[in-house]
């Protein structure tokens, strides 16, 4: 399973940027998406998840909650995530990741992983 993150970029505070991840190698739909950031000097931290399948229950950590959305497209084998509001503290390459099962995602374990994108928000 090979995971392939894109959208990053930079951007002023209060702005948008959407992230997208492309899997390829299995049944996507199988698989319970997240996504995580590193901050420079920083460990690697969740983000938000979204459940297999039909994607109909999503989780996000309390710093984006309300500011970013997680979704699926089974169709096109792919995750987004929205991010709007934003803020310099968001600044971090984000990851997306992959799991059969959720609760590996939950606990920061999860089998597959993109390769990064990175995100810079300006004040």
């Known amino acids: 399973v090979q995971l392939q993150a894109s959208g990053g970029g930079s951007v002023q505070a209060g702005g948008s940027l959407s992230l997208s991840c492309v899997v390829s190698?299995?049944?996507?739909?199988?698989?319970?998406m997240g996504w995580f950031r590193q901050a420079p000097g920083k460990e690697r931290e969740f983000v938000a998840h979204?459940?297999?399948?039909?994607?109909?229950?999503?989780y996000y950590a309390d710093s984006v909650k309300g500011r970013f959305a997680i979704s699926r497209d089974n169709a096109k084998n792919t995750v987004y995530l929205q991010m709007n509001s934003l803020r310099p503290e968001d600044t971090a390459v984000y990851y997306c990741?992959?799991?059969?099962?959720?609760?590996?995602?939950?606990?920061?374990?999860?089998?597959?992983w993109g390769q990064g994108t990175l995100v810079t928000v300006s004040s």
């Open positions: 990741a992959a799991d059969l099962i959720l609760h590996k995602i939950i606990v920061g374990t999860p089998d597959y």
């Open positions: 190698g299995g049944t996507f739909s199988s698989y319970a």
């Open positions: 979204i459940t297999r399948y039909s994607g109909g229950s999503r």
